[in-house]
């Protein structure tokens, strides 16, 4: 009743190939983009952005990268956490290497050089998959936060070695740095992550999408079939990184603020991450948002109800979180391997007849 | 000159026992996979909670106090007793069959035939429940695990090798207690798969699947079975790193250690395992004394997915696997 199509007549094949076909949908969507760009940032509060908001659009964006090489390309990469290094560090180093730079322009570079590293670690693609390519990736991911940890002219020396974002401004208001207040950064990180969904939406339902999907469903005839491999692999490494790098200079840059890498973008990021696209739905871009918003989200409320409202202590929520991700985790690859996005899609389609189900 | 060939002899020496504890956590991986091709990344987690375990019923710990104080307002801690090692292993022990078996039934029935990679997932999910799970069993904090074992400074060795060189090896007592431990170990595991029922049962699994079941073999009870001996090498595992360094969460990242060991040596090889581990323990030892200095320290973090990553690329099957990776 709510959610129908009758009526919803298309005459050419660009109405019929749009991203949201259904009129309820494409509503849906403008007007989520409407509230997200026109009223939240009205009534957001610091604790909102630091603890849901910022996090949910940072992670959405890695997710997105990641998603893309294992969800439509299909090769596993533990190395994400390593990738966003790079891509702080690369947005830190532009940072302060070219204060006069817009640091927009510092964020995408950031990206780009992430997408370069990405290729070069993606190269033992070309020869192993599975999951011997996914313990080559985690070669990445230790020998790229040694790096930063012991190489001086990354973190430009400091004493202590971390990095630290200085104040930059967008339009005259502060985006980064000790001052900044909660509606510019969020609108800051939210500008990325629609150009960034967009992108990927348009990549993966474009010639490029369908190669890297023919890729992940079986190489072999890919090749036959004229899909270069080496191509379509190093693009999926290269697009995904690109994303990676973009979320890890917003999360130092943007969200943090200081970094010490073994801490922030150690393993355990990279595991995080996979998990998001895992609960979220792999090969699928509503997924990775409703994943990242999941995983963010889950702690907060965890720690909301068993510290706040039973007055537990603290590691003991800890504790329990742990595992209920990690059953969570089990749960979904054994019920819904595709994740919390397809059980929309089945909700919709129970929508469609609802309330009169043939 | 002379000095600096012994320190070297000395560093890959502790290598060469470094090496031998990557092994045996190297060993539980190539167990379950050889039986049913999954990778089980939570070995390392294994590890961790057979020890918590060990030391938990040794101390008289009481299992969830911190939840059941939570939850009840009380505060338990302790039953006030101290179970004898032995007994206390072979608690353990049962508690690890129990776990097999839950793991066989809850998670694997459900993910027969899907694809090596979201068995691995899973697996990875196993770890994070089964990290929360020990933590919230048994406490977070460093635990001392003490069964006996001895420890410290080999006189023997040093007396020795500084009457014979001039200067005295530093080797531990428990390094070597530890290689002939899974020597023994080996040992028995070789013999089991060779010369029992079960162990042959086992070989015939890991062979074909489908030519076991035809032939009247259960499935079901071989994986538990082989969960089973994963969790025994898990707990001697634990033990060992245990003694060595304290019971804690960090024993659980030896499992990532022991992936490019596994890469190295094939993922279907014992012996593979084993020569696998060797070579990383010596080789990283060796590359932080030589080339560690001038690259600024701490190259073990790496050094050994970097050699594994390299020998990926020439040599997919690892040094003793078989040809089962597909090359692309």
């Given at each position: 009743m709510i959610y129908r199509e009758a009526g919803d007549f298309k005459t050419n094949y660009r109405e019929d190939g749009r991203t949201f076909p259904i009129r309820f949908d494409r509503w849906a969507y403008f007007a989520t983009l409407a509230v997200a760009f026109l009223v939240v940032p009205f009534v957001i509060n610091d604790y909102w952005a630091n603890a849901v908001l910022l996090p949910f659009l940072?992670?959405?964006?890695?997710?997105?990268?990641?998603?893309?090489?294992?969800?439509?390309?299909?090769?596993?990469?533990?190395?994400?956490?390593?990738f966003m290094a790079v891509g702080a560090y690369a947005c830190y180093k532009l940072m302060t290497g070219f204060p006069d730079v817009n640091i927009v322009f510092h964020v995408i570079l950031a990206g780009g050089i992430t997408a370069a590293v990405g290729v070069l670690f993606g190269l033992p693609s070309l020869r192993i998959k599975g999951f011997y390519l996914a313990v080559a990736t985690l070669a990445a991911q230790f020998f790229l936060v040694w790096l930063f940890n012991r190489v001086g002219w990354f973190y430009n020396y400091s004493a202590s070695g971390q990095i630290n974002a200085p104040t930059r401004t967008v339009f005259g208001v502060e985006v980064t740095g000790p001052t900044t207040s909660a509606w510019a950064t969020y609108l800051f990180c939210l500008v990325f992550v629609v150009i960034c969904a967009w992108l990927a939406r348009n990549m993966t339902r474009g010639s490029l999408g369908r190669k890297w999907m023919a890729i992940r469903d079986m190489d072999i005839a890919a090749e036959i079939i004229g899909v270069n491999p080496l191509g379509a692999k190093l693009t999926a490494f290269a697009v995904s990184s690109f994303f990676v790098g973009?979320?890890?200079?917003?999360?130092?840059?943007?969200?943090?603020?200081a970094v010490e890498v073994g801490e922030v973008f150690g393993i355990q990021k990279s595991f995080l991450v996979l998990f998001m696209i895992i609960i979220g739905g792999l090969g699928s871009i509503l997924g990775s948002f409703a994943g990242a918003a999941f995983l963010v989200l889950l702690p907060v409320f965890l720690k909301n109800v068993l510290t706040g409202t039973l007055g537990w202590p603290t590691d003991l929520a800890a504790h329990i979180e742990f595992m209920i991700v990690g059953a969570l985790i089990c749960a979904f690859l054994i019920f819904e391997p595709h994740g919390l996005a397809q059980l929309w899609r089945l909700t919709k389609e129970k929508l469609r007849t609802w309330p009169f189900p043939y | 000159m002379f000095e600096q060939f012994l320190f070297a002899v000395e560093v890959a020496l502790n290598g060469f026992m470094a090496g031998v504890m990557y092994s045996l956590v190297a060993l539980g991986f190539v167990l379950i996979f050889k039986a049913s091709g999954i990778?089980?990344?939570?070995?390392?987690?294994?590890?961790?909670?057979?020890?918590?375990?060990?030391?938990?019923?040794?101390?008289?710990?009481?299992?969830?106090?911190?939840?059941?104080?939570?939850?009840?307002?009380?505060?338990?801690?302790?039953?006030?007793?101290?179970?004898?090692?032995?007994?206390?292993?072979?608690f353990t022990m049962a508690i690890m069959v129990a776990f097999a078996w839950a793991v066989n039934e809850l998670i694997l029935k459900h993910l027969v035939n899907q694809e090596p990679i979201i068995l691995f997932m899973a697996t990875i999910g196993l770890a994070y429940f089964l990290e929360g799970f020990g933590d919230l069993m048994w406490g977070a904090d460093i635990k001392k695990l003490d069964?006996?074992?001895?420890?410290?400074?080999?006189?023997?060795?040093?007396?020795t090798t500084f009457n014979a060189f001039g200067y005295g090896f530093f080797i531990d007592n428990l390094d070597i207690v530890a290689t002939v431990i899974a020597a023994v170990l080996v040992t028995v595991l070789v013999l089991f798969s060779q010369y029992t029922k079960q162990g042959r049962a086992l070989r015939a699994v890991a062979d074909d699947h489908q030519a076991a079941l035809s032939v009247g073999i259960s499935l079901n009870s071989i994986w538990v079975l082989v969960w089973s001996i994963a969790g025994f090498v898990a707990l001697v595992a634990g033990v060992m790193w245990?003694?060595?360094?304290?019971?804690?969460?960090?024993?659980?990242?030896?499992?990532?250690k022991a992936l490019p060991v596994l890469m190295l040596g094939g993922f279907t090889s014992i012996p593979g395992a084993i020569v696998g581990g060797l070579i990383i323990g010596v080789g990283e030892k060796l590359f932080e004394f030589l080339a560690g200095p001038a690259l600024g320290g701490a190259t073990e973090n790496w050094f050994a997915f970097v050699l594994a990553l390299v020998f990926l690329v020439f040599r997919p099957q690892g040094l003793f696997g078989e040809k089962i990776i597909e090359r692309v």
């Open positions: 940072i992670y959405a964006i890695a997710t997105l990268g990641l998603n893309i090489l294992t969800g439509y390309c299909g090769q596993v990469s533990l190395g994400t956490g390593g973009i979320s890890g200079a917003l999360f130092f840059a943007v969200y943090l603020g | 990778f089980n990344y939570a070995q390392g987690v294994m590890a961790l909670f057979a020890a918590l375990t060990l030391v938990g019923l040794m101390d008289g710990q009481v299992p969830f106090a911190h939840l059941i104080n939570a939850v009840l307002g009380t505060e338990a801690h302790h039953f006030g007793w101290h179970l004898p090692a032995v007994l206390a292993i072979l069964v006996g074992l001895p420890q410290g400074i080999n006189g023997w060795i040093d007396e245990g003694a060595k360094s304290g019971v804690q969460f960090s024993l659980s990242l030896i499992a990532l």
